[in-house]
């Protein structure tokens, strides 16, 4: 049977305290009431150990990937969650800044900061917004970076051509497929359906005429106990009742990659 491999990444969008209270409280719609009586505001956006413990269940360990330029806050505030999350066995990618990508300088300098934090290689990139640039892979390969996940053909529909894996430049591009914020406010899907659109997501990947079958999802970490995000736990559950798929990070899914070369 041929696998199906799914790349599960989170981005950290937020500096470390989160968005300000006003900011929560003019979207408190967005989450069910009766979190905010047990739940301190910082705390809503904030979830490391909650992602820890769902993906642990499904023996998966995902990549995320950090900003190292924040609005509001200091990229080593994270410290210990990047610890944590190192210690454990996930994997930290880059999260670049989108003023970065025109620069090699600058995204030379990103890496350089977050591997100094991290205290390990960075391997994987994703820039914020997807913002790209033609040459961006090109920079990356020569940073020594091994895979990216920037592409996106769409906003508001999952195209075959967003999954699967391209090399450009010698760098390992894996399209993002399946994205919290589009499926939720460009797609306007609703939370019943969600696990539907999965499965034809995963059933259009069956169909792929590629070596390696790949679906990334992105799942923003800040959404977790949101409406739509919180259903993170039961995309996996489901997922891990198919039999062909392979639920993994993105640097194991490159050594799946160039174990064929
Ligand atoms: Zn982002």
New binding site residues.
């Given amino acids: 049977m041929k696998k199906q491999y799914v790349f599960l990444s989170h981005?950290v969008?937020w500096s470390f305290n989160g968005p300000t209270k006003e900011h929560i409280l003019k979207r408190k719609d967005r989450f069910d009431t009766k979190l905010f009586d047990k739940t301190p505001l910082n705390k809503l956006y904030h979830n490391f150990s909650e992602y820890m413990e769902i993906e642990e269940k499904f023996n998966v360990k995902s990549t995320f990937f950090f900003r190292t330029m924040y609005e509001d806050g200091n990229y080593m505030d994270y410290d210990r969650d990047i610890k944590n999350l190192i210690d454990g066995g996930w994997e930290i990618g880059l999260?670049t800044d989108p003023s970065s990508v025109v620069d090699i300088n600058k995204i030379k300098q990103e890496k350089n900061n977050l591997e100094k934090l991290t205290n390990s290689k960075i391997s994987g990139n994703r820039v914020?917004?997807l913002s790209n640039d033609d040459q961006l892979q090109k920079k990356l390969s020569e940073l020594d970076f091994v895979y990216d996940s920037s592409n996106r053909k769409t906003k508001d529909s999952i195209l075959s051509e967003d999954m699967g894996y391209d090399i450009i430049d010698n760098i390992i591009e894996f399209p993002v497929t399946l994205m919290d914020a589009y499926l939720f406010t460009h797609m306007g899907i609703s939370e019943e359906k969600i696990i539907p659109i999965i499965k034809k997501t995963l059933n259009s990947s069956r169909q792929l005429n590629s070596d390696v079958n790949v679906i990334t999802i992105l799942w923003h970490d800040n959404v977790l106990k949101m409406k739509g995000g919180r259903m993170y736990p039961k995309i996996l559950e489901f997922l891990s009742s198919q039999d062909d798929v392979v639920m993994c990070n993105g640097i194991e899914l490159v050594n799946k990659i160039k174990n064929l070369f």
């Fill in positions: 981005d969008d999260h914020h917004y």
